[in-house]
């Protein structure tokens, strides 16, 4: 009797639910990390002079391949998205593996960053840490983390890609591909803000 | 869910190439450009200036045409306009934080 | 109201129907696991209501030690631990315990009792049935919004077997007390326990929250537009917009917190403070507060939104009459979560913020009290000429626009940032905080779950041992809180131990033993509604579909709906407060009947010939 | 029954007032009140009069009405033009209290740290100027210790007549009395019930706080921000004295702290021997205050 009730019919806005939450949840993280950069800009106001010292520190070479290898995996993933929803299966692996592929670079690369800091004494508790390299750790490793959250989900949608049917749900990769951009974009904001932005006399001393 | 008819694929490698080109730049400006040394501090909130409108812009590319901002329902972009704008709001309120009574 | 009774019986079928589907689930996805909002939504009652009855525990046994300083508590005390009690064995609980007590009182209350059902409970159970849809849009996240919640307030309740016990910095943890500033960095403290907690309620909130969003934008039934929803659905919807931009800044602040608690950062650690461990330094304390509060100031209306809408569909429904003023009250919810996010600095006025963001804030504070103004004053319009019916659910309604103006009115007091200077932190902030938050939100969940029980358990509660309840409850709270203004007056501060150090707090202990006996009496009237809730549950009358002639989609489902909720197609044809519709029989036209009107000067006439007695079944 | 009733007389609790502008704040908050009161009466009362004269009847019926915009805009105006007033009012008491800017010229500086759970008091003795200390140099904060919490370097002379109090303080009556707050570990919040001050003082920054009293008596000092398991304890009186009596209680801080400094077999002043005070006001066991180490 219930399967003649025609309760959920198509949604209102022609957005996909899975989407339009999505984007909510993107606001809700663009707001997270929103705190995170309302007390970077408090803490660099009122510790110039050490924040100064540590963004000197920091390897941007390292941090700069990083983000190319992220915004082309953003490429790779908007391109998978769009070989998908043309059935192009093969292209669609392709591109999805490439993506996956970034992510992984990405992590070792921070890997790398990552040990070397730790061999410098700077992680919280180690003699040369300071608020600077808090928030170093603070943004970077959420970032990370969403990294990671990002790649299971598309492991497993690039494994599926394999199997006869392939993967059906275009829109869902879609909707991953927001979250893979907001990745990208909240790196875009992190780069600068840590590695870039270095008053001239510290600098100079270093 | 496909957004238009048109093929998207040469704006997602314009946005791909200018991407690469604007974070070259945001890193030649950072370490190349060079204001008056005596400017001080207003010279590194001019370079602070240059990195957040480079980033603005590339971060505008982003959501416009890889997330499909510009294609899709215009509802959409409130999901971003809002917490820019309440991170304004939180950000201006911040600014005043230490400008109080540390007196000499 | 007796109408409706006749539907009983042709329900009873329908219920079968949907239990046949679903007998091939297994019982844990059934009632542990289960996608199905409707049993999520029980799952919050149940958790929520549990965690009352602990979190009230815990403000009697505060409440005991500031009546009756350096006396046992009763029964409880000599049960309690040594390290809780100043001398083994003396039932006398210490200080530091005291401001756990506090501490954990309000985080429950606050945390694990009105968000989880206001926001939880009714969100779930009302959103799809009102605006007539099967499910939410992602039952399976909403599924894993409950989840996190036990295990959060596990791990919260875990402090108390850290070495130094519960959290102990108050609900709004301020560091650099939250940060344990003594203690050893990779260590767990209560306070540890206690941010990890919060962020997982903080993480299942934006889960939800999301979720409603897309529920309401998406999947509304047909013919629903978005000015014929419920107030109901209004208010949620608002909350959960608040919530997916407020919470995940709580967030960020708790992960700092964390970090400055658990392994020696300092994001809100100066550098010179004179303490053991050693921290690196150069950080505010008062950023925390910023961060805190530009969550918690958008939490409190969290914590009333949905309420005020339940409210508003209780009161149109038993006067009989349209809400006065449908569209204010939307633009009134609308603009208060707006103003909302901008007024947090009020609970800074004395914090060090600098003075000047003060009168901001004062200012924008003080314009919040206007779309405030307009709920309060379009209630009471909305009782003017109407056919009042004094039901539990009415009465609790009523319970909450009073206690809500008395609370919302000393709220302005705090508005005024210099009369703030004398009343900050003292116990008329208290009163205030349980006028909006017992005598507001909880009184309106009361009439929620007066409202929407036939609907949700398939029983009618008890009318009379409702109208009890509500009775003593009432009354108790307005003993134990009124006073508490006149305490904060006389400059009572919050959070202390004992009021009798200070000479001029000496001529309050009266008032301090007065409030702690109608304490008592406030929680154990709530064992009334519990009774009633288990009582009916077993015994309760069979529910109609409609038992209170309402107009909304709800009632077209039947009674105890199972999964997928309506046994007809649902078409919505008007707004959802028509009653009293000239060129009517019945005093109310269900949203889903069919029918044509005509507005003339603020009315509704019908003017098809469809005045049918039916109640929804085409 | 009159001890109910008296809780709705709500302004006749507040303790006495001793500040100059602690009366303005005390009639702002009786403005506040009154407004509050007559709302209250015409909601209550509408509320219940509705209540009653529209309760249910046998075949009643609910007006069908929907509203109307020119009413939703009276009573949105007016509580607006209402509010607007409050918020003019309040800001001008806000800022002669607040505002660093606006602040009288000072009488008297101290220095006031707070600490789980006490108070610490830093006069600056017989020349009226602080030496170098973590609040007027912000390298001193190094010197900052348990023992030590003002940073105060020993080395400057100006610093040889600061002295320090703990959890007793005095201050001269009908002075602009400005104190510096800040705290060496958690939060704390220097209140004053009857001069009608308070703030929060956090470490790491230092807060402005004035007052001016116009009474002399004895009178406590709270903590009012949760700061841990003794903050109900953190308690502090301070005394307002005449002119000379303040003046007398001065000289004998600066003997004591003279005696302290010289050499152990000099230092040893002896109780009662203080001079003169006004009239009673001095308990006379100020000896326990002195901070010397
Ligand atoms: C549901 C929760 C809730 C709600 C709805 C509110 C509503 C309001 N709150 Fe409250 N508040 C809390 C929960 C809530 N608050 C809590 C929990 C705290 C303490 C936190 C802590 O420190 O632990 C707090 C603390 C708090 C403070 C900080 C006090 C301090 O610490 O010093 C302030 C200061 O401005 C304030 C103000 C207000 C105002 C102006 C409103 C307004 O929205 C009220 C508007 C309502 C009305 C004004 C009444 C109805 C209107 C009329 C009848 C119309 C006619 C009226 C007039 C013309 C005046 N609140
Ligand atoms: C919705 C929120 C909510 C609710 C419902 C309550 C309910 C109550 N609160 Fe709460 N309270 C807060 C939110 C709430 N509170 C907040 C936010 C604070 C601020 C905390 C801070 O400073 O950080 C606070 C602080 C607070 C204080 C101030 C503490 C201090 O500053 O030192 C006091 C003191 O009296 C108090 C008392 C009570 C009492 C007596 C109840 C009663 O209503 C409770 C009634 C009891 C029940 C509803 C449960 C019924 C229980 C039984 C029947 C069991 C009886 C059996 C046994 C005792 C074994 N509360
Ligand atoms: Cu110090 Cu409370
Ligand atoms: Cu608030």
Known sequence: MSLALNLSHEPITKIPHGKLAMWAFLASELMFFSGFFGGFIVLRNTNYDVFGAGSAHLNWTLALINTFILIGSSLTMALAIHNLEHKKDGAFRLFMGLTILGGFG????????????????????QENHTVFYSFYFLMTGFHALHVIAGMIPMAYIFFKGFTKAGYPYPSKVETLGLYWHFVDLMWIFIFPALYLMIPYHVAGAH | MSHDHSNPLPSYMKVFYSLMALTVLTVLAAKQLTFPHEWGTPGDILHVAIGVVIAVIKVIAVMYIFMHLKFDHPMLRFFVYIPVFLFLVFGFALNFLESFTYTH | MSTSLAHTEEHADHGHAHEHEHHDLPWYRKYVFSTDHKVISKQFMLASLIFLFIGGAFALMLRWQLAYPGEAIPVIGHLLPDTWVAEPGSGVITPEFFVQLTTMHATIMIFFVIIPMAVGMFGNFCIPLMIGTDDMALPRLNMWSFWLVPPAGLIMLAGVFTEMGYAGAGWTSYPPLAADINKEAFTFSGQTLWLISVFMIGFSSIMGAVNYVATVLNKRAKGMKLFDMPLTVWGLFITAIIATLGTPVLAAGLAMLFFDNFFHTSFFIPDHLVSGASFPGGGQPVLFQHVFWFYSHP???????????????V????????????????????????????????HMFQSGMNPLLGTTFMLSTIVIAVPSS??????????????IHFSSAMLAALAFVSMFIIGGLSGVFMASAPVDIYIHDTYFIVAHIHYVLFGGSLFGIFAGIYYWFPKMFGKMLSESWGRRHLFWSFLAFNATFFPMHVLGIGGHMRRIYDPNVYDFLKGMQGMNEFITIAAIVMGFSQLMLVGNILYSLKWGKKAPRNPWNANTLEWAAPPHPGHGNFDMDITVYRGPYEFGVEGRE?????????????????????VSDDTSTSVGMH | MNDILSVFDMLAWFPENISTFGQELDNLFAVIYWISVAIFFLTFGLMGYFMWKYRAREGGRGYNYHGNNIVEITWTILPTILFAGIGVYSDAIWETTKYSSKMPKPDVEIIVLGKQFGWYFLYPGADGTFGRNAYNDRTARALMSATNPFGIDENDPASADDFVVENQFRVPVNANVMVRGSSIDVLHSFFLPHARVKQDVVPGTWMNIWFNLFKTGTYELACAELCGGGHYAMRAEYQVLSKSGYDAWLDQKAMEKAAALAPPAAAAPAEGETPAADAGTDTGNDTGDVWSE
């Open chain 1, 106 to 125: 990405f992590l070792i690369v921070k890997y790398i960053e990552y040990s070397s800091k730790f061999a410098d004494g700077l992680f919280p508790g």
């Open chain 3, 299 to 313: 939490a409190v209306y969290i914590m009333i939104l949905p309420l005020m809408g339940i409210v508003s569909e």
């Open chain 3, 315 to 346: 009161l149109a429904t038993f006067s009989r009459k349209p809400i006065y003023g449908y569209k204010a009250m939307v633009f009134a919810v609308a603009g208060i979560a707006f103003l909302g996010f901008i007024v947090w600095g009020h």
């Open chain 3, 374 to 387: 307009i709920k309060v004053f379009n209630w009471l319009g909305t009782l003017w000429r109407g056919n």
């Open chain 3, 586 to 606: 019945l005093d109310y036209w269900p949203q889903w009947e069919p029918g044509k009107s005509i507005t003339v000067h603020h009315h509704t006439i019908a």
